[in-house]
């Protein structure tokens, strides 16, 4: 039976002669013309041999610029079950499927009453709803199924020359393949939970139970550059390359690359600038620096199990028992058995007892911090550690005015080591010079001052001459005077009372000192 879906229907029926009769008329009246979008060729055949339907469906989509788009589409379903010699053996393999349905729904129904909100803390009850939902799903829609198959075949054997559309029921039976599958998919991985006596099964979900965070985070990052060079590609290669023609084929296309499976060839072809900078920032950001930092966060999640015993199931420890009583219960010689050791599951005081001991461990490894760099600052100012650029340094240190503290003087040990790597011991040495100097320089102009003034307080009012004189015997000149503004000089007169001391008070007190900025003096 064929028929053709025009916006009209034409039912070419179960007769050749009078389809070909019907094609001929269609064609004679320009059924088919330029207006014309789709064409939907709609059949259904039955091999009895095999006992399986075909339905079959053919689309010719015509574009607005004259080309054809072909989608065809083949279902084949079976839809008569309970025939032949393996009838009793489906029937029974169904009844007993729907029982054990029943059965473990009845226990998970029992197990959530009793556990209320305790239930869906156990990550291992998710599968099980998984697989009794999917099951549900698919005993649901197989009696949907076998409804609507009865439908259509007394429809057919009631009008035998008329067109009966299998399309329902082959898109039940598609859904009912669908929800099978996913459900036998999570019942395998239910398996899982068994081998967790396997020690090395174990250690391997232990070790992705414990990356899982660091690679939820990784797998962020992953896939937003994996995005990005997709759409790059699609945009920039989709019009020239098939493999980018479309976003999914472009999408399995990177996933190639990945792995390893690429056409550098064909991206150099389609753009010789784009595509090798495209293929080789890949390659690097991804394949080299991504992949490696994954079997990174897997190398430390695994060392950080294998390192931390209380992180590790003992469930194989019981296995190794069992095993060793069952060859010491058959007669084989095996030496004496290892008691498993159970780790009971912490309650919430020996969690919170944890959690004190690790902030004491680590205020403890601060305290030590603190302890050591306290010993490191004793070491520091040790008499024999002292060597002469420190000594000179700590002098320049107790020259100053400044009132210091033991933690001032503490703080500023990377900065005197520093001031020591940068100079040497003639430097210090004659920077300790400069400033002694400097200062005796203005405690001795400071005195000068106090006699003065007590002079002054003790004659009365100085006279013109007098003041002159007194300004003459001290004249201090400033490193802005002179030729050489870096350099300081510093004169001082002693009033003469006497022809012979005068002489050789100016011989003995008259001193000028140029005091270099540099650090450098000159007496």
């Given at each position: ?13 179960a ?17 088919i013309?330029?207006?014309?979008r789709?064409?939907f060729?709609?059949?259904?055949i ?14 010719s ?26 009838m ?9 499927y ?8 009845y ?7 009793k ?21 549900l799903s ?11 198959t ?6 057919m054997h ?8 299998f ?13 099978t ?17 396997n020690?090395?099964?174990s250690?391997l ?17 992953f ?12 945009v ?5 390359n098939?493999?980018y ?49 994954f ?22 420890e ?14 084989k ?21 944890d959690?004190?001991?690790e ?14 760099e ?25 020259e100053?005015d400044?009132?210091?503290t ?33 200062k005796?320089?203005?405690e ?19 006279s ?18 002179g ?9 001082m ?17 008259r001193?000028e ?11």
């Amino acid at each position: 039976m064929l028929k053709f879906f025009l916006g009209y229907v034409a039912d070419f029926g179960a007769d050749r002669k009078g389809a070909q009769e019907l094609y001929k008329d269609l064609k004679s009246q320009k059924w088919i013309d330029r207006y014309t979008r789709a064409i939907f060729a709609e059949f259904t055949i039955y091999n009895a041999q095999t006992n399986f339907f075909c339905v079959i469906t053919l689309l010719s989509e015509i574009l607005p610029t004259g080309g054809y788009y072909q989608s065809p589409k083949i279902q084949t379903i079976r839809l008569y079950r309970y025939v032949g010699p393996e009838m009793m053996f489906v029937m029974a393999c169904e009844i007993t499927y729907m029982l054990f349905l029943l059965f473990f729904l009845y226990k998970q129904v029992k197990k959530y009453r009793k556990e209320r909100q305790e239930f869906f803390k156990d990550p291992w009850n998710y599968p099980e709803l998984l697989v009794l939902g999917f099951s549900l799903s698919a005993v649901g829609l197989y009696f949907a199924r076998l409804a609507i198959t009865k439908y259509s075949i007394s429809n057919m054997h009631e009008s035998p020359g008329k067109y009966v559309s299998f399309q329902y029921v082959a898109f039940i039976d598609e859904w009912v393949s669908a929800t099978t599958g996913m459900a036998v998919f999570f019942s395998v991985l239910k398996f899982l939970r068994l081998l967790k006596f396997n020690r090395r099964v174990s250690l391997l979900m232990l070790t992705i139970k414990v990356a899982s965070q660091p690679l939820m985070s990784f797998l962020l990052m992953f896939f937003i550059l994996f995005l990005a060079y997709c759409q790059f590609a699609f945009v920039v290669f989709g019009t020239q390359n098939s493999d980018y023609s479309t976003f999914s084929a472009t999408l399995g296309s990177m996933m190639s690359m990945t792995l390893g499976n690429f056409d550098f060839h064909a991206l150099k072809s389609t753009s010789g600038l784009l595509g090798p900078i495209f293929f080789f920032s890949y390659v690097v950001s991804v394949m080299f620096v991504l992949m490696n930092v994954f079997i990174g966060i897997l190398n430390d999640s695994l060392n950080d199990v294998t390192n931390d015993v209380s992180k590790q199931s003992n469930d194989h420890e019981i296995l190794d028992f069992m095993l060793h009583t069952f060859k010491r219960t058959v007669g084989k010689q095996v030496g004496p058995a290892i008691r498993p050791t159970y780790k009971e599951p912490k309650n919430q005081f020996e969690l919170n007892l944890d959690s004190i001991e690790e902030i004491s461990d680590n205020v403890q490894y601060a305290l030590r911090n603190l302890c050591m760099e306290d010993i490191r600052q004793t070491n520091w100012f040790e008499p024999e550690n002292a060597s002469k650029k420190k000594k000179i340094l700590m002098m320049l240190v107790l020259e100053t005015d400044e009132d210091f503290t033991e933690n001032d003087i503490c703080d500023s040990i990377p900065l005197f080591d520093d001031i020591m790597g940068k100079h040497n011991e003639q430097e210090l040495v004659r920077k300790l010079i400069y400033y002694r100097e400097e200062k005796r320089l203005e405690e001795t102009a400071s005195r000068v001052d106090d006699d003065r003034s007590e002079k002054s307080s003790d004659d009365g009012e100085p006279s013109e001459n007098d003041s002159d004189s007194e300004d003459d015997n001290l004249s201090v000149a400033s490193g802005d005077s002179g030729s050489n503004p870096g350099q300081h000089t510093f004169k001082m007169v002693m009033p003469a009372e006497g022809a012979e001391e005068t002489e050789r008070a100016s011989a003995r007190k008259r001193k000028e000192l140029k005091l270099d900025a540099s650090g450098t003096s000159e007496v």
